[in-house]
């Protein structure tokens, strides 16, 4: 198999990868606070064993020991990352739904353990407990909050809760060094890896009855997904092109003359 073969074998699957992210994100583009992902692309290189061998006494003899370094580039996915943008603020007049302006995130008690989103579209259930819309409790002072139905709900942008007038708790608002740490769990839970703590956010606020929208912009997606696709039609061309030109070379080299 000759390698312009390989090439284009990885760059058509680094864009199948490519094509199911910006997928993802278009089938998100409604989902209240969601985040799109974005890859990151680079050149990797086959290296010969002769390559890492270096000849420091040139001087002893007019001609190299061994051949120059025959190195060829491919490109591969390197990494996955996060969007963490600000989204647009819609107004909802809901007391219940709450949006982010700055960097943070809610904390929310899962079966999973802890997870932190920046969905504020928050409901009660049957007592009055602040939930998500999973079910999930909404963290308080570090545990439930109970609200009484009926009762008039107001939150101050540094996240204080009062219920008719009275303070009765402030959410558990967070934020990590480096977001590009998280990692996602469903469409808008994320969950700290290697070892971030969670700690005091800055310039955060809290805007009562906004939801933030999701960061998804769909013309950009759609420009992504056609130039997507052309590459993938491309690579996919070179491959056939590549598989003719063997079949050929093995037809008229191969057969026996008489």
Request: hydrophobic share 35%.
């Amino acid at each position: 198999m000759q390698d312009s073969t390989f090439s284009a074998l990885f760059g058509a699957l680094s864009n199948e990868s490519r094509m199911s992210t910006i997928a993802n994100n278009l089938a998100n583009v409604n989902t209240t606070a969601y985040k799109k992902d974005r890859l990151a692309f680079h050149d990797t290189f086959v290296r010969f064993a002769h390559d890492y061998v270096v000849d420091s006494k040139p001087y002893l003899r007019d001609k190299d020991m061994f051949p120059k370094a025959d190195i060829m580039a491919r490109a591969r996915l390197s990494d996955q990352q996060i969007d963490f943008s600000q989204g647009s603020l819609q107004k909802t007049g809901n007391k219940l739904d709450f949006a982010l302006s700055g960097q943070g995130f809610f904390s929310v008690q899962t079966p999973e353990g802890p997870l932190y989103t920046r969905a504020g579209n928050f409901v009660t259930d049957a007592v009055g407990t602040l939930m998500t819309p999973r079910g999930d409790t909404v963290l308080v002072d570090g545990g439930p909050l109970s609200i009484p139905a009926g009762s008039r709900v107001t939150v101050d942008p540094g996240g204080m809760i009062s219920v008719n007038g009275d303070p009765v708790g402030q959410f558990d608002l967070v934020a990590f060094d480096d977001p590009q740490l998280m990692e996602k769990v469903g469409s808008t839970y994320y969950r700290p890896r290697d070892g971030q703590a969670p700690a005091e956010p800055q310039d955060l606020e809290v805007q009562q009855g906004f939801l933030e929208r999701g960061n998804v912009e769909v013309v950009t997606e759609m420009v992504s997904m056609i130039e997507t696709q052309r590459a993938f039609q491309t690579y996919s061309k070179m491959i056939q092109g590549t598989d003719a030109i063997d079949k050929k070379l093995i037809n008229q080299v191969g057969m026996t003359r008489g």
